[in-house]
Nanobody, 116 residues
Framework: QVQLVESGGGLVQAGGSLRLSCAAS????????MGWYRQAPGKQRELVAI???????NYVDSVKGRFTISKDNAKNTVYLQMNSLKPEDTAVYYC??????????WGQGTQVTVSS
């Protein structure tokens, strides 16, 4: 079993920054990818950013140039640095972790609210 604990959400004004963290623990071996998804009210959950075991990253177009995903392998932790936040970034953000033969597992979600 894998447990994911997220932190770092909150309320911020437009143009501000937040940093999300997601720490994985439990039966972890061979993490293949770590990512962040988000779900706004009335909308489907969407992939925001993903990082592979090799360090390759991919972002949804709407956050490119503003968000940066990174990871600390020693801590089994993935981060999402969010800059120049916009009201449309308001959503519940979920961490997602998977190995080559297990997962994916989801975090409990952390609320990000950007006021205009």
């Amino acid at each position: 079993q894998v447990q994911l604990v997220e932190s770092g959400g909150g309320l911020v004004q437009a143009g501000g920054s937040l940093r999300l963290s997601c720490a994985a623990s439990g039966s972890i071996f061979g993490i293949n990818r770590m990512g962040w998804y988000r779900q706004a009210p009335g909308k489907q959950r969407e992939l925001v950013a993903i990082i592979t075991d090799g360090g390759n990253t991919n972002y949804v177009d709407s956050v490119k140039g503003r968000f940066t995903i990174s990871k600390d392998n020693a801590k089994n932790t993935v981060y999402l640095q969010m800059n120049s936040l916009k009201p449309e970034d308001t959503a519940v953000y979920y961490c997602n972790v998977a190995g080559r033969i297990w997962g994916p597992y989801w975090g409990q979600g952390t609320q990000v609210t950007v006021s205009s």
